[in-house]
């Protein structure tokens, strides 16, 4: 069994469209319902599940043991860039849960849509014969030497267009940049707020953001602002350098 993590970001619907030119066999595709989507999220993960299961695919959106806003509650705090248990407890355990279920042998290959453009030493390893976040099953990173353009052009072929910044699974995320806080959506800010008033912390702290104390003046400060860096491996290096790599976070 080949088993793609997908969270149709830009990159693992490039990775879903790759394994079906290639006419891989027996593929499942899991993705991971974090309750922390975008506003506008919903309606591409139903354009995904159908566009999944046409080319023959089974696709499975999981439900993780406790949604991001009711880990953030049991806590009494949100996950932070030295403190990321969100990939390893919203998706980790969802996926490893249902990975159990349809293999037990521990016989499935993992793919994921990890590049080398991506990192800043541009080196990913394409197999990992036994990846300790999946159980010490196989991991293979097929698109680990394609470019942007080469992406992209998997990407032409979907119902999707590129959209040139991450999966906005979760949003926002401890790692938002400039172009992410301007993805923001009024919902979506308001979100943010009504879960740091019931825990009485915020997810961003003004001595980061010139000042601004809530999403909203972040966002506000940042539509201001041109997002001048297009290096991909700076886009990605939070997620490239910690577990959320792992589990496809921002992919």
Known sequence: MN???????????ALIQWAHELHLEDVRVLSVSTGWEADSWQARIQV???WITSLGFTHEHLKPQATFSENVLARK???SKK??????FLKGLAILDCLEKYDEEYEATILLANRSDMVKNNIIEEFIEEHEHYDDRRVWMPLHNTCRKQRDQLIQKTPFQPLNHRSLECQPCIYNTIKDFQQLSDNDCQRVVKLEEKIGAPMFFPEDYEGAKSVSEIRALFLKKEDNNTSTHSYYKGFSSSCSWSYGCGL
């Open 77 to 79: 705090r949100f996950p």
């Open 3 to 13: 088993v793609i993590i997908t969270n149709f970001g830009d990159d693992s619907i």
């Open 83 to 88: 403190f990321h248990w969100c990939p390893s």
């Open 48 to 50: 995904g599940h159908q």
